[in-house]
Nanobody
Framework: QVQLVESGGGLVQAGGSLRLSCAAS????????MGWFRQAPGKEREFVAG????????YYADSVKGRFTISRDNAKNTVYLQMNSLKPGDTAVYYC?????????????????WGQGTQVTVSS
C-alpha cells in the first residue's frame, strides 16, 4: 500500500502559477508511473499529466499542454506539477495517483492509489 499526500494548492489569479507536490511513502516509489488528475464540481475526474517510472516519458492532456509540467524526484519520493498561465477553467481538486504499471497511463482505472486531493482555485 502507498500513502500519497498532496500539497501546494490554493487561490491564485488568472495568469498566475502554482506548484503542486505529492509525497509518497510505503512502497518503492521508483517502480511505477505517477499521474495527476483533477475533478471540478459536477464533473468526472479527468487526467491532467502523467510521468513514467524513470521520468523520461511524460504525457499531458491537451487542455494543459504547454502550461503544466510534471516531474519527479525518486530520491525524495515526490512528484510535482508546475502549473503556469492558470485559467479559471483549471479550478478543481487535484489528485496524484500511482499507476499499476511503469509506463504512463491516462485512464483513472489504471491507477491504484490516490491522495486526498488539494484544492486549486483560479479567479478571473
Amino acid at each position: 500500500q502507498v500513502q500519497l499526500v498532496e500539497s501546494g494548492g490554493g487561490l491564485v489569479q488568472a495568469g498566475g502559477s502554482l506548484r503542486l507536490s505529492c509525497a509518497a511513502s510505503g512502497r518503492t516509489f521508483s517502480n511505477y508511473a505517477m499521474g495527476w488528475f483533477r475533478q471540478a464540481p459536477g464533473k468526472e475526474r479527468e487526467f491532467v499529466a502523467g510521468i513514467s517510472w524513470s521520468g523520461r516519458s511524460t504525457y499531458y492532456a491537451d487542455s494543459v499542454k504547454g502550461r503544466f509540467t510534471i516531474s519527479r524526484d525518486n530520491a525524495k519520493n515526490t512528484v510535482y506539477l508546475q502549473m503556469n498561465s492558470l485559467k479559471p477553467g483549471d479550478t478543481a481538486v487535484y489528485y496524484c495517483a500511482t499507476a499499476r504499471v511503469m509506463g504512463v497511463m491516462t485512464h483513472p482505472g489504471e491507477y491504484d492509489n490516490w491522495g486526498q486531493g488539494t484544492q486549486v482555485t483560479v479567479s478571473s
